[in-house]
């Protein structure tokens, strides 16, 4: 049986990283096979190689035991290789037929549409393959596992016969993704080929036949799924010559920083999107925050920021801040380390400088009563650079052109020298190399030993598992458990995250 | 050494593209004249000839205060990411009421004057805020709200001047301000370097006040709290969100600081030379004021050069007539090229520019991906 | 933030159901009714206000309202391509200006039906202009159609003065008189010119267009979300200069309209803002055919009801009131009712009521704008029904999302 995909010492460079460093790798038809590995091992650039989205520096790929040359996603469709994205690619105000058919058209002759002939079409796909959707609906009104159906249809509609899903299961609730997995193995059963990334590894041994793990742009191996436990996997991806975000010592003092009491945020249709959350975290203390993402989480950090509205009292230093603004409970010492630096975090266009002051721009070292103080605040920009390790060649240039570790650094930075007493940091590892990485989380444990409290909200495991003092589970909106992490393993999280321990253990 | 030479080259850049832009509309026009049958050097050496005079140089600064002072009303807006298209409608509109206001007292000079602009500026404020307020509260797309608007307070005026007509036999036409509420003019101020101007041309004491207001808008932004939120705003406004600005108060104070300002393109004319508002005031300067905005690349240096351009453009063109070069339009067809080949330039620059940037930065820092650095 | 309709865009139970509330959701039922609907409207009004006026809906006012609104369609149309590929056109009103001329000077030099073509090139031309800047060059859409806005008129006034100042009658700011496009004799509505049926056939043809061919979809997807176009091999770039071209085409079709079946000459300055206009009725009609032409109608209805009869104008006060009294009913009825959407056009309802007693007239340029403040109330009270594309406005640049 020829290999469906093949793989061979696949190299891609970008500016200042080796996303890919001889990759090899191969997959045999009519298997679902997971690709693993930490954020930033290199998968998603492995995925967008194999989809004809960029071309890689070296090496050599094949399909159907055929050797090919992708210039762009057409020739991979043309191919039978169809790729479902994590942020789906559908048009919300289309029908889900004119999301399926889009740029592959069933014709009546002169450009006329033939919808009758194309809802036949899907409809026989969606029986074929148990997904259940119908054609006639708007996708605004969709669920995400319904949207997701629909990706995998319109891949399916042109043909496809090797299926791409990137991280498939971040965006969905568990009865989503047994659905989805019941989806996968139907699909598998009509000879559909089916490449899976993922690093939640209950998940990967759960649906994968085999499983390939990579680690900073290299092939570590291939092991089937039958024969191999989390444990090895999750060695095989972190090694052992790479640093592991451990805290070591306890710094935890006795006294409270921040209290949150009572939270909650209402939802469309009487829900609450956060729902009554207390937490408490004291100086020297890392409260991490884990749970499946759009468990509220971003809602939360939103909240304590003052960004949203929310009921429930939000307590700095003994004083109720819950009815402040953003600007008086960052001054007051809230540092805030966003989620997505490009959105929440950075003016991409605006010299270094001026994003070193992000945040801070009404207090000293950066302004003097109503008046912008520049060579304090270009001094302190320096302070940053210098002190954090900003990698750039002056505080002029924008924002944009920092890699995604410098950009965190500097973001970092800025917070830390301003000394907040409590800091809330979002994903504060996401989109960054293993490097940058590591001395992110150096900078967090300094923190924490000069006696900072901090909010950690994490997707990655073993950051919070390695980071925390305390770890607090959120699962739609609540906080139903508090773990402590020097004795969870992040397959327990797991299951407390989606809900399973729930019905059977009890928080610890 | 690299950095101080890349910026030199930036800035270069920066100012390669308007010069451009400027060089382009000239051939353009000249393609242009020559298919009519004009001799564009003709056409041009007329122009020069005409606008080098003291006279019209008069005639093209007086031209240019207005339009200075409309690009700084617009490019406020734009800082924040505003169009604020209304521009055109909030300073005929606070064009007509000021001239009424002032016809109808009687203070004594600087006073009389100061009433007529605090006027000016509030109507202009108080039209701009309506779109700003629909914004916040509703949503609503300042761009149509402001086209909308636009429209109904030009007909408004219309109104008020047709009723004026209909009802009293008069010209379309307010009365006159008072001799106190004129603003005098400041020949004087060219006299010390010249001889004196002469055919009765008055260059605007309202000078003064375009450059106060461009002085104020350059200060506000770059060197207050204020003016850096409202640019952060601008820049990236959820992360300007995050860092404590009040996105909906900024696009009110952004909206309603640009009517304001607005309020005052009409005064320069209609107190240093018209007196009155009627059918000869000049109205399209709002749309203008976007064209200079963008030319001037909303720096108020820029637009200082800018408003120039397009003032003695006006000027001059006159003599194209006189002279049977060419019909003067065509400075109307240079304008809407400069406009355009100074846009698509600026893109391209900027494109080229942020590419460039990011190379640099990639180049400059030697990065393997296990370094590992941060000792704090 | 995004408020979803999800009341009224409820899921269809089983697909062969017909119900009232489902057919209500279909366009081709609602328009119509619509449109019926109107008309019913205004023969109560007139006959509220003046038992014997025979001028809101007599036959040749719904002639006049018929023809004043073609310009008015067709740059509402033309908005509506523009935007449904993704790219904001405010430069109607200068591509409709051009439209003026070239229809203008095609019509002096080769008769109405070759000048009409050339005039709806001329308008091309403008939109190429800004396909050019917006979608190859990535300015931003506004300010492009800002400089075609201020170029136009000077192009077509230097035009003018070098062909037309020529002709006898003929100056640097008008054109000699040009014959019109030739008519048919209709019932009620008295003779209709063959450019008005062609214009009012182009709702239903644009609407297949956009929602029945491959080009209308992918023209669509390059508006909606430009991304999932791209990444199925669709040439966003292609079908945004598409959208823009016939977008300025049908403004000039507009203008060279206005030159030869409206005024029978061309004059400097006559488009008088219908380019804006047109995109107040894009918006009215919520992005679609159907509801553009009753925009169309509706404001082309004021725009014609001006000329002949003031007394009309000030019946028309009355209508202004019906629609605000429709919006706040209905918004009563709505389940996120606020005191705001409900009192304010009740209150506005009232004043005009009050304003109608006191006064036997109304200024005539009120509704002139009558389009413009309609827009409004539309874009604050209906915000969230109204559906624009959702990546109009935004430069999209392949490879950078």
């Given at each position: 049986m020829t290999a469906a995909v093949e793989l061979q010492g696949i190299t891609k460079r970008f500016p200042g990283v080796?996303?890919?460093?001889?990759v090899t790798f191969s997959v045999e038809s009519g298997e679902i096979h997971a690709l693993c590995g930490e954020n930033g091992a290199g998968k998603s650039t492995l995925m967008k190689i194999l989809y004809g989205m960029q071309p890689p520096d070296e090496g050599t790929m094949s399909v159907d035991g055929r050797p090919v040359h992708l210039r762009s996603p057409k020739d991979a469709i043309a191919l039978g290789i169809g790729m479902v994205h994590q942020h789906f690619m559908l048009a919300?105000?289309?029908t889900v037929l004119e999301n399926i058919i889009l740029g592959s058209e069933p014709s009546k002759?002169?450009?006329?549409?033939d919808l009758t002939a194309a809802r036949a079409r899907v409809e026989e796909l969606s029986r074929a393959y148990g997904?259940?959707?119908?054609?006639?609906?708007?996708?605004?009104?969709?669920e995400v596992g319904e949207r997701q159906r629909v990706e995998i249809i319109k891949v399916l509609f042109r043909g496809a016969r090797i299926l791409i899903l990137d991280?498939?299961?971040?965006?969905?609730v568990p009865d989503e993704v047994d659905e989805l997995f019941r989806n996968l193995r139907e699909l598998k059963a009509n000879g559909v080929t089916v490449i899976f990334i993922d690093h939640k590894l209950d998940e990967v041994l759960e649906i994968s036949d085999r499983i390939t793990v990579l680690r900073a742009g290299r092939t570590v191996g291939t092991r089937d799924a039958g024969s191999v436990t989390a444990a090895e996997l999750a060695e095989m991806m972190v090694g052992s010559e790479l640093p592991s975000p451990a805290t070591g010592e306890t710094t935890v003092t006795?006294?409270?920083a921040f209290a949150v009491r009572g939270l909650t945020i209402a939802g469309d249709g009487?829900?609450?999107?956060?729902?009554s959350i207390d937490m408490t975290v004291r100086r020297g203390e890392v409260v991490g925050v884990a749970g499946?993402?759009?468990?509220?989480q971003a809602e939360l950090i939103e909240a304590l920021l003052g960004l949203r509205h929310a009921q429930g009292t939000i307590e700095l230093d003994g004083t109720d801040?819950?009815?402040?603004?953003v600007r008086r409970r960052r001054n007051a010492g809230l540092g805030y380390i966003p989620e997505d630096r490009h959105r929440r975090g950075?003016?991409?266009?605006?010299p270094l400088w001026e994003n070193a002051m992000l945040?801070?721009?009404?207090?000293s070292p950066n302004a003097r009563g109503i008046w912008i103080d520049r060579a304090g605040a270009r001094g302190r920009t320096e302070e940053i650079v210098e002190r954090y390790d900003?990698?750039?060649?002056?505080?002029?240039?924008?924002?944009?052109?920092?890699?995604g570790g410098n950009q965190q650094k500097l973001i970092i930075g800025r917070e830390m020298l301003a000394e907040p007493k409590v800091l809330i940091a979002a994903?504060?590892?996401?989109?960054?190399d293993v490097g940058a990485q590591a001395s992110v989380w150096n900078l967090l444990r300094q923190a924490r030993r000069d006696g900072l409290a901090v909010v950690l909200v994490s997707a990655d495991l073993d950051e919070l598992i390695g980071l925390s003092d305390t770890l607090v589970v959120m699962l739609r909106g609540r906080l139903v458990a508090t773990l402590d992490p020097a004795r969870v393993t992040p397959r327990e999280l797991g299951s407390w995250m989606t809900g399973?321990?729930?019905?059977t253990g009890d928080a610890a | 050494m690299t950095a101080a030479r890349r910026s030199r080259s930036e800035l270069l850049l920066g100012f390669a593209a308007p010069v451009a832009a400027v060089l382009i509309a000239l051939v353009v026009a000249s393609i242009v004249l020559m298919i009519s049958g004009s001799n564009p050097l003709d056409a041009w050496a007329s122009m020069w000839e005409f606008g080098t005079r003291l006279e019209t140089s008069v005639d093209a600064i007086n031209r240019a205060v207005p339009l200075y002072i409309a690009g700084i009303a617009v490019a406020l807006g734009f800082r924040m990411n505003?169009?604020?298209?209304g521009v055109e409608g909030q300073y005929i509109l606070a064009a007509l009421v000021a001239t009424e206001v002032g016809t109808k007292i009687d203070l004594p000079g600087p006073l009389h004057v100061a009433v007529i602009v605090l006027v000016a500026m509030s109507v202009g404020a108080a039209w701009a805020a309506v779109p700003a307020i629909l914004k916040v509260t509703?949503?609503?797309n300042e761009v149509i709200a402001t086209i909308m608007l636009n429209a109904i307070g030009v007909s408004f005026v219309a109104a008020e001047l047709l009723g004026r007509w209909d009802s009293?036999?008069?010209?379309t036409r307010t009365a006159d301000i008072g001799e106190s509420g004129h603003v005098p003019g400041i020949n004087w101020l060219l006299e010390i370097f010249t001889r004196d101007v002469g055919k009765g041309r008055e260059l605007y004491g309202f000078l003064f006040v375009a450059i106060a207001v461009g002085i104020g808008y350059h200060v506000l932004l770059t060197r207050t709290v204020f003016g850096y939120d409202l640019r952060a705003s601008g820049a990236n406004p959820s992360a300007a969100e995050a860092s404590g600005v009040p996105s909906k108060r900024m696009i009110l104070a952004a909206m309603i600081g640009s009517g304001a300002i607005a309020?005052?393109?009409?005064l320069p004319d209609i107190l240093g030379e018209l007196y009155h508002y009627g059918g000869d005031f000049s109205q399209g300067l709002g749309f203008l004021g976007i064209a200079v905005a963008l030319l001037g690349r909303n720096h108020p240096g820029g637009i200082v050069a800018a408003a120039l351009i397009f003032g003695y453009l006006d000027a001059s063109s006159p003599i194209l007539e006189v002279e049977g070069d060419?019909?003067?339009e065509i400075v109307t067809i240079m304008k809407g090229v400069i406009i355009f080949a100074a846009v698509v330039a600026y893109a391209v620059t900027e494109r080229s520019r942020r590419r460039r940037q990011v190379a640099a930065a990639a180049d400059a820092v030697p990065t393997t991906s296990t370094e590992i650095g941060a000792n704090p | 933030m995004s408020e979803r309709g999800l009341t009224d865009a409820a899921l269809p139970g089983s697909p062969g159901r017909v119900d009232l509330a489902h057919l209500w959701k279909q366009r081709w039922f609602r328009w119509p009714v619509f449109a019926l609907g109107g008309m019913i409207v205004l023969q109560l009004v007139e006959w509220i206000a003046?038992?014997?006026?025979?001028?809101?809906?007599?036959g040749g006012q719904a002639g006049a309202m018929l023809r004043w609104s073609v310009p008015l369609l067709l740059a509402g149309l033309g908005g509506m391509f523009a935007e449904r590929a993704g790219i904001v056109n405010i430069g109607l009103e200068g591509m409709m200006v051009l439209g003026t001329w070239f229809g203008a000077w095609g019509s002096v030099k080769y008769g109405p039906v070759i000048g009409t073509a050339i005039g709806l090139l001329g308008g091309a031309l403008g939109g190429l202009l800004h396909a050019i800047a917006?979608?190859?060059?990535?300015?931003?859409h506004i300010i492009s159609a800002v400089a075609i806005n201020i170029m136009a008129p000077g192009v077509t006034r230097f035009l003018a003065d070098e062909i037309?100042?020529?002709?006898?009658?003929?100056?640097i700011s008008q054109s000699p008189r040009v014959a019109s496009f030739g008519s048919v004799e209709l019932p009620v509505l008295d003779r209709v010119s063959w450019l008005t049926i062609i214009a009012f056939a182009f709702v239903p043809l644009a609407w297949y267009v956009l929602w029945r061919t491959r080009f209308g979809l992918r023209l669509r997807a390059a508006g909606e979300h430009p991304s999932a176009g791209d990444s199925l091999g669709v040439n966003v770039y292609r079908y945004q200069y598409a959208g823009v071209v016939i977008s300025g085409a049908l403004a000039g079709l507009a203008g060279s309209f206005i030159v030869t079946?409206?005024?029978g000459i061309y004059r400097e300055?006559?488009?008088?803002?219908r380019g804006f206009i047109g995109l107040a009725t894009m918006i009215f009609g919520n992005w679609r055919p159907g509801g553009t032409a009753l925009g169309a109608l509706l404001f082309g209805y004021a725009d014609g009801l001006q000329l002949r009869d003031r007394d009309g104008v000030h019946a028309l006060l009355l209508v202004g009131v019906v629609v605000l009294a429709v919006l706040a009913l209905r918004r009563a009825l709505?389940?996120?009712?606020t005191v705001v959407e409900v009192g304010l056009p009740a209150v506005i309802a009232t004043l005009i009521v009050v304003w109608y007693l006191l006064r036997?007239?109304?200024?005539?340029?009120f509704n002139q704008v009558t389009p413009h403040i309609l827009t409004l109330v539309v874009l604050v009270f209906s915000a969230g029904r109204l559906r624009p594309?959702?990546?109009?406005g935004q430069i999209w640049r392949k490879g950078e999302h």
């Open positions: 080796v996303a890919n460093d001889g919300d105000n289309f002759g002169a450009g006329v549409l997904l259940d959707i119908h054609p006639d609906q708007v996708v605004e009104d969709l991280e498939p299961t971040a965006v969905l006795d006294s409270v009487g829900r609450a999107i956060v729902d499946v993402e759009g468990n509220g801040i819950s009815h402040w603004s950075l003016m991409l266009d605006a945040g801070h721009q009404a207090r900003v990698r750039t060649p002056n505080i002029d240039v924008t924002a944009r052109a920092l890699s994903h504060p590892t996401r989109g960054i399973a321990a729930l019905d | 505003l169009f604020n298209i509703r949503g609503v009293a036999g008069q010209d309020g005052l393109i009409g060419a019909p003067r | 003046d038992p014997e006026s025979e001028e809101l809906l007599s917006t979608v190859s060059f990535g300015v931003n037309f100042s020529g002709y006898a009658g003929g100056s079946e409206l005024t300055g006559q488009t008088n803002g709505s389940p996120k009712r036997d007239t109304v200024p005539p340029t594309p959702k990546g109009a």
